[in-house]
């Protein structure tokens, strides 16, 4: 307990000397690391300082959100994937990959309609986007 304490303090630190010798890439990279050993609880509250760093609001950095949504998704918590992926889209809202990440955010959750809206959106953007085309026959077969 007493380590990931200090392992706390310390990443609260790099997040507020942002821009003071700490890219971006680094933080996202400390993140992933930091997370690992913390609850469902913690891990929500260092995502939430993370995203809400002004310099992540950069076109070049949508991917940050992107990855902090998979990450969420694939810890079960999908309203805060939601929330990054949607963070993420109104950076670039056309980039397909964010939307078909979206979608498979509210697949998991259960809410199978938006899924199906999020998906086809993204292959209005591109309508060769194969994983989407097939995900997208999968969620008709959700929502009849």
């Given at each position: 307990?007493?380590?990931?304490?200090?392992?706390?303090?310390?990443?609260?630190?790099?997040?507020?000397?942002?821009?003071?010798?700490?890219?971006?890439?680094?933080?996202?990279?400390?993140?992933?690391?930091?997370?690992?050993?913390?609850?469902?609880?913690?891990?929500?509250l260092?995502?939430?300082?993370?995203?809400?760093?002004?310099?992540?609001?950069?076109?070049?950095?949508?991917?940050?959100?992107?990855?902090?949504?998979?990450?969420?998704?694939?810890?079960?918590?999908?309203?805060?994937?939601?929330?990054?992926?949607?963070?993420?889209?109104?950076i670039?809202?056309?980039?397909?990959?964010?939307?078909?990440?979206?979608?498979?955010?509210?697949?998991?959750?259960?809410?199978?309609?938006?899924?199906?809206?999020?998906?086809?959106?993204?292959?209005?953007?591109?309508?060769?986007?194969?994983?989407?085309?097939?995900?997208?026959e999968?969620?008709?077969?959700?929502?009849?």
């Amino acid at each position: 307990m007493e380590s990931i304490k200090i392992q706390g303090i310390y990443f609260e630190r790099k997040i507020m000397t942002a821009g003071v010798g700490a890219t971006v890439r680094e933080r996202v990279d400390d993140l992933h690391y930091y997370v690992r050993g913390l609850d469902d609880g913690n891990i929500r509250l260092e995502f939430l300082k993370v995203s809400q760093t002004e310099a992540l609001f950069e076109e070049e950095n949508k991917h940050v959100f992107n990855e902090f949504g998979i990450d969420l998704r694939k810890n079960g918590m999908y309203d805060e994937a939601i929330g990054n992926y949607e963070k993420a889209i109104s950076i670039d809202p056309k980039d397909e990959n964010l939307y078909y990440n979206l979608g498979r955010a509210y697949k998991e959750k259960g809410d199978f309609k938006t899924a199906y809206e999020k998906v086809k959106k993204a292959l209005e953007l591109k309508p060769n986007f194969k994983e989407a085309q097939e995900y997208l026959e999968f969620l008709k077969t959700k929502t009849k």
